[in-house]
Every structure is written in structure tokens, then in C-alpha cells.
């Protein structure tokens, strides 16, 4: 499948800003702007297996196409949502438990790189990652 492999951090385009707008505070913004974040995806049919490993934790979540689950973000910040195909991309469509706002998240691999994109309360921000 498109999406299996491992990605490594590359680079980050506008996600300080984005991180702001999320409300998280400037040494937890300063941090995750060099977590080193590394993700390994593994897809079989709908169901994905991802691990993410960064400079401050290491997370493996399982989920399926379509079906809602729970997820916390780094700084704690605790998710509820799901992610489904459109084409070739991956959408993920998840709503903050503390506020009840959407984040909405995007990935998808074009040549090496795998382009995983935000949105939240119109602030936009990606973060590129390398195929290792």
C-alpha cells in the first residue's frame, strides 16, 4: 500500500502557527518544533497500524476506515475522530474532547514524501516527511 513504510520529519511549514492556534504553550511549541518525529505505517485493506516515535514518546494506535476512536496528541491534547480515504489521500476528521472544536488532518505521499496537512479554526500548517 501507498501509505506503508517509515517516515521520518523533514521539514514544517506554518506549524508554530498552527500550534498556537491550538492553544499549546510557547516551550511545548518550541519542543515540538524538533521532535524528530518518525512515523511507521503499516495498512492492510482498511486497517492501520501507526506507530509514532519522537524525542518524547513513543505511540502505536490501530484503527480502521471510518470507525471513530480516541486519540492525545504530544501535548496532551485528547481527540475523538476517525480518518477515511478520499482517493489517495487520507482524511481525518477528529473533534477536541476539552472544546469540542475540529482538527482536521491530511496525509498524502507524493514521490518520497508523505505530506500530512492541518487545519484548525482556519489556521493551516504541514508537516513533510521522508520515506527512510
Known sequence: MTYNGTWKID???NYEKFMEQMGINVMKRKLAAHDNLK???EQNGDTFHVKESSNFRTLEID???GVTFEYSLADGTELS???TMEGDMMKGVFNRKDNGK???TTR???GDELI???NYEGVDAKRIFKKV
Open 81 to 83: 475522530g476517525s480518518w
Open 102 to 104: 475540529q482538527l482536521t
Open 11 to 13: 521539514r514544517n511549514d
Open 63 to 65: 484503527f480502521t476506515l
Open 108 to 110: 498524502i505521499v507524493q
Open 39 to 41: 512515523i511507521t505505517i
Open 116 to 118: 500530512q496537512s492541518y
